[in-house]
Every structure is written in structure tokens, then in C-alpha cells.
């Protein structure tokens, strides 16, 4: 299905979500689900503020929704700013650019009119809304009004949170494996910052890459702690810690906390986009209550296998359980940006010896995918698995999907010997 594009002097950027209102009633919008263009921190959102001086070296503001009828849609835009700055708007939408009508009364918040625009569709699409500025004083944004025919059935998101949904492929393991491996490669596409793509997922503890500023990237390794504390790792007691056995040079090691807590380590590489990565998750038994589990990444300028951290973590004794991978988009500021991933080439050891190909996996994602977001998707390419989120793109694939990729037969042959066995 074709995006449609609305602009406007100020790029409104409208997630779909659904509205409760009746089918033909007006839509608000508030501006605090706007994203600034082409600096995602270019100005302050704050909730039930909306944006908060917009000046023009950011010249747009956009919005995403979701329409599913053609017709007339008529837009306002509550802002407070000068009169020269409101001169300077102009709202694009469907490849239609409207000015302002109407007076403005300085320094309050005043209902600027754009207008009516006319929506052709052949079938339910997302559209951009964009605010577009020119010169003047910074401007105050706080709500998109829209109303008319076209707003039937229509899908805006409402809510504060930004962030593009978090999707993952779940791997039909059978719970009774023994699982003392997991490897997996993974290929970034399109990474903004504040991409997380997890490589090797399991019920204790994760492993990937993490895209943190525009000239900081990571490979991270965590573990959680025993027990239910959820935020501060000072309130674990000292018998459901993790402990540190081991760590890679020019590691970080530390805590974690906020989801559920834990021992983290992180190692700054600037990994390239198009360039696959490789990963081994071990999973060692010590004794009857504890599990060493240790993150291995293959160095591409070094050529070689190097550890990132081990970690005993007690009240186990046991194998690796829930095996998945997922991408995770940790800002907000930039959730209207596609993020997309390829997984491939994913095996499992279990305590025998014996490898085992995974070329199935399951498509799930979390809360913001059901009802707020519907740009995610997973997919083949390559013969690899794929995830893809954000961009307001059409064609959300449903929660619960399975897909399979055809099996390469041959595991890696160099990763039996980062097995040590206590």
C-alpha cells in the first residue's frame, strides 16, 4: 500500500493508534506524538505540551496516521507563536501545501486554520502530516485538529511514547533440550541511533549490538539476577547476585537495573552497517544451583573469537532455555526511523555434543505493536531471517506468524572449542 504523504510548514508525524471517538467525529492529535525533522532532538516534546520551541533550523514537524477513506479532511494546528512565524507555516498533506487563513492573537495558544485537503485512496494507508516552517521566532505546537469524511475509521496514536514496536523471532526449541550453546549472525540495514539489535536471546540474559550515538556503537552482554527486584540492584542480596568470572580487554563491566537487574558488559566497536556480526552464547553448569554463562564475539579486524564476559548465575544449574532474537528501538526521539536486521545462520548445542539448526521462527512483538504501532514485520531474505520496525510502512504482519529459511547443513567449525567445560 502506498504512504501518503500530508505535510504542512511543520512535519507532523501521526502513529497509527486507535481513537475511540465516534467515526466522523474530530481527531486531536496531540503534539506531543510529533517528530522533528531533520533533528529528532532539534526541539523539546513534552506530554500535554506538545512541542516546545521549534525554531527553523529544524524546518518540520511531522505526524503519521493511518486513513482508510477517501474524502475532505480539514486541518488546524493550535500553536502559540508571532505573527510573522505563523506567516511562515505551511502544511503539507497528500502532496497538497496549504498557508494559514485567519488572524493570531501574540502569545496564546491560537487555532491556526489550513484549510481543506482532498484524499484519494485505494486502500487504508499511512500518511504524513508535515508542519513546514520558514524564518522567524521559535514556535510552540500543541495540537493537530483534524476533521471531515476522511477521518472515518481513522488510526492516530495518542500516547506519549514515541519508540517504534520491539519485535522478535521466538525459536521452537524443545523446553527439555539441554541447550549449553547458541549461535547466531546478525546483519544491520538501516540502524538509527538508539537501535538495539539482539543477537542471542535466552531466559537469563541477552547479547548484541547497540547503536548509542552517532560515533559510539557497542557489543553488549548481560545477565540477570536471581530474584524479583526489578529496579535497583542494591537491593539484591548478595546470594542472587551474578558475579563477574571473566571479561574480554577494553571491557566495561558494571550493573544494570530498571528491567530487572543485573551484571552488564559492553564493549565499544564501531560494527558496520551491511557487515556481519557473529555470536556464541555458552552455557556451562558449575554445580547443582549455578550456571556460568559466557558471551563470545567473533572480532572481524582480529579474526578471531573474543570474550566479552562470563557470569555465574545462581539458582540455576541448568541449560539455556527460550531461545529468541529481537530489535529494539530505545529512543523514542527517532521512532519514526525503519530499523531493520538480518538473523541467519542459527544453531544450538546441547550438553551431548551434538549441534542443532534452527530454520524456524515465530514472530512476536511487545505491547506497543498490538494497538499503537503497526509498522512491524519479519520476513525472508537471503535465506535469512529478517525483522524490520518503524517507518510508518504498511503491511504489519500478525502476531504469531511462523516462517521458516532452508537449512545450510553445516555448522561453523570453530566454535566447539569456546566450550570449556568446568
Not at 287 to 312: A, C, R
Not at 351 to 375: C, L, V, Y
Request: charged residues 25%.
Amino acid at each position: 500500500m502506498k504512504s501518503i504523504i500530508l505535510c504542512a510548514s511543520v512535519f507532523l508525524l501521526l502513529v497509527s493508534c486507535t481513537s475511540s471517538s465516534p467515526a466522523l467525529a474530530q481527531k486531536t492529535i496531540p503534539g506531543h506524538t510529533a517528530y522533528i525533522h531533520p533533528d529528532p532532538w532539534g526541539a523539546r516534546v513534552r506530554e500535554n505540551q506538545g512541542v516546545l520551541g521549534w525554531k527553523d533550523n529544524n524546518p518540520s514537524i511531522r505526524w503519521w496516521g493511518l486513513l482508510k477513506k477517501s474524502g475532505t479532511l480539514s486541518a488546524k494546528v493550535l500553536v502559540r507563536a508571532t505573527p510573522d512565524a505563523v506567516s511562515g507555516l505551511k502544511l503539507r498533506i497528500a502532496d497538497q501545501e496549504h498557508a494559514p487563513t485567519g488572524s493570531l492573537q501574540e502569545q496564546e495558544f491560537t487555532l491556526v486554520d489550513f484549510g481543506n485537503f482532498e484524499i484519494k485512496l485505494q486502500n487504508p494507508s499511512h500518511i504524513q502530516i508535515e508542519l513546514i516552517r520558514s524564518a522567524g521566532e521559535a514556535i510552540d505546537v500543541k495540537q493537530l485538529r483534524l476533521d471531515g469524511p476522511a477521518t472515518q475509521d481513522a488510526f492516530f496514536n495518542l500516547k506519549e511514547r514515541r519508540n517504534a514496536a520491539s519485535v522478535h523471532l521466538m525459536y521452537p526449541i524443545p523446553r527439555d533440550e539441554k541447550v549449553d550453546a547458541f549461535y547466531t549472525e546478525v546483519t544491520g540495514i538501516e540502524e538509527p541511533v538508539g537501535t538495539f539489535y539482539m543477537a542471542c536471546g535466552w531466559h537469563r540474559g541477552y547479547f548484541g549490538m547497540q547503536v548509542n550515538s552517532k560515533t559510539e556503537r557497542r557489543i553488549i552482554f548481560s545477565v540477570w539476577d536471581s530474584g524479583n527486584e526489578a529496579i535497583d540492584r542494591n537491593k539484591v542480596d548478595k546470594e542472587n547476585r551474578v558475579q563477574l568470572m571473566g571479561k574480554g580487554e577494553g571491557v566495561y563491566s558494571g550493573d544494570f537495573g530498571n528491567e530487572g537487574t543485573g551484571g552488564h558488559s559492553h564493549l565499544k566497536y564501531l560494527w558496520k552497517t551491511g557487515s556481519k556480526q557473529r555470536f556464541l552464547v555458552t552455557a556451562i553448569p558449575t554445580d547443582p544451583t549455578h550456571t556460568t554463562y559466557s558471551g563470545y564475539w567473533f572480532h572481524p579486524e582480529e579474526n578471531q573469537w573474543m570474550l566479552i564476559s562470563s557470569w555465574n548465575a545462581p539458582k540455576e544449574g541448568g541449560y539455556m532455555r527460550g531461545l529468541h532474537s529481537f530489535s529494539e528501538n530505545f529512543l523514542g526521539e527517532n521512532g519514526h526511523l525503519v530499523r531493520k536486521a538480518l538473523y541467519g545462520n542459527q544453531w544450538y548445542r546441547t550438553s551431548d555434543g551434538k549441534w542443532h539448526e534452527i530454520t524456524q521462527a515465530r514472530f512476536s512483538h511487545d505491547p506497543t505493536g498490538k494497538d499503537d504501532r503497526m509498522d512491524r514485520t519479519m520476513g525472508l531474505e537471503d535465506n535469512q531471517f529478517f525483522l524490520r520496525h518503524g517507518g510508518f510502512l504498511d503491511g504489519g504482519l500478525d502476531y504469531g506468524t511462523a516462517m521458516s529459511r532452508s537449512a545450510v547443513v553445516q555448522v561453523p567449525s570453530d566454535l566447539d572449542t569456546l566450550i570449556k567445560k568446568p
